[in-house]
Structures are given as C-alpha cells and as structure tokens.
C-alpha cells in the first residue's frame, strides 16, 4: 500500500488566496483525520471524517476552513482566504476502526503551506 | 481529557538503551497509553500501545506501573534513526476516536 498520499507537498500562496490541500487515505480505512503543526500550537485535530460523514469539527480554527470528503478515497481541506497565521504544516491521517477501537493512526506526509 | 507529562528533551547515546518516561496520574480505567513518534519533517507513526500489562513489538517495549499513572517507552538499542519527537497519548477504549498530541519528549542520540 502506498499509505496516505497528500498533495501538494508544499504550498507558497499570498495573503487572500485560495489553498486546497487534498489527501488519499489507505484503500479500506473508515476514518479520515485532518491536523495542523505550528511551532506555537503543536499538533493540533482540526476535523475528522467516519465514512465519508463530518464526526467532529470543533477544532476548525474559522468559518475560512471548510474540509469535505466526498467519497471514501478523496479527502479535501479548503481555507479561503488564507491568512500568513495559516502558515503550517497540515497532516492527514486514516484509520480503520475494528472491533477494538486502539487501532493506529497513518499519517501522510504533510503539506507545508507558506502564506505570505 | 486526562493529560500526560513528559520531558521536553532527553539525550542518549547511540546503541545504549532509552527510557522515555510519561506521567499520567489522571488516566482512567478505559485508556489505552499509545505512542507515537514524529521523525524530521514527517508525519507521526505508530510505535506501540497497550493498557494494563507490558508490551513488546519490533520497535520497542511498554512498561506500564502497576496502578497505571505513569508508563516508560523502552527502546533497547538506539540508533541515529531513533531521533525524533516521542508522543505519549491516552486514548479512550470506546467513543472517541481522537488523539490528542501534547509536547512529547524531543530525544536526541548521540553518535
């Protein structure tokens, strides 16, 4: 398995642009995670998907972020307008949640996004 | 959400073994202690978890004290790959499926 496949790997963008950063979550995997790293915050859950459905939101920072998963292989997170504060690096991560619920958590690589 | 504390940094020399410590003095019947580290510039990854009894996989052990308020991550022989930012989380058996990273323990290795 390829594992979580992020896109892009990097991001530079000005102030009030639009970023869309797109993860692929492992083929089977029920959960979808979204999280950001800041050097202030540490990592930090923003959102997270089961079977394709929004379970909790509450660490969205702003209405400027919005993260939908369409289907089950295709996961988006949109901020608009992107602000420097933005600046992080921002994670995806799957899970498949069996019958014990202490399965691990995939990362992907990240994407660092630069706003300007 | 019950907490964890840990070091913020912890030196080692390579090939020696690394006892990672983690209070959690809060923990409740239903966490499960889970680990994960965080290599330079990439995303966390799994390294062991477990309850009650202590641990073994191919990455590392977890030794659990008996009332369970605090647990040491061992890793046996550290190599230079060993550096990186350790995460001791708790995480609830039922009904929640979040992990909540703190500071972690940043562990450099020294040649």
């Known amino acids: 398995d390829a594992g979580v496949i992020q896109s892009p790997r990097h991001e530079v963008t000005e102030m009030g642009q639009e970023v869309t950063l797109r993860c692929k979550p492992i083929?089977?995997?029920?959960?979808l995670f979204w999280y950001r790293q800041t050097m202030m915050r540490g990592l930090e859950l923003l959102i997270y998907f089961n079977n394709n459905v929004p379970i909790d939101d509450s660490g969205m920072p702003e209405d400027r972020f919005s993260a939908k998963m369409p289907n089950a292989s295709f996961s988006t997170l949109k901020i608009q307008p992107s602000e420097p504060r933005d600046s992080a690096v921002y994670f995806c991560a799957s899970t498949y949640i069996g019958a014990a619920t202490t399965d691990t958590q995939y990362f992907g690589p990240g994407t660092r996004l630069t706003v300007l | 959400d019950a907490k964890t504390t840990q070091p913020n940094s912890m030196e080692s020399n390579e090939e020696e073994p690394v006892h990672l410590p983690c209070n959690h003095s809060t923990i409740s019947g239903t966490d499960y202690i889970h680990w994960y580290r965080q290599l330079p510039s990439q995303g966390p990854e799994y390294v062991i978890h477990?309850?009650?009894s202590n641990v073994n996989n191919r990455m590392a052990s977890l030794a659990i004290a008996e009332d369970r308020k605090s647990s040491t991550l061992i890793l046996h022989r550290a190599t230079l790959r060993d550096a990186a930012v350790y995460y001791c989380i708790l995480r609830p058996n039922f009904g929640n499926e979040k992990l909540t990273f703190g500071t972690g323990t940043r562990l450099t290795i020294i040649p």
């Open positions: 083929s089977g995997h029920d959960y």
């Open positions: 477990g309850l009650t």
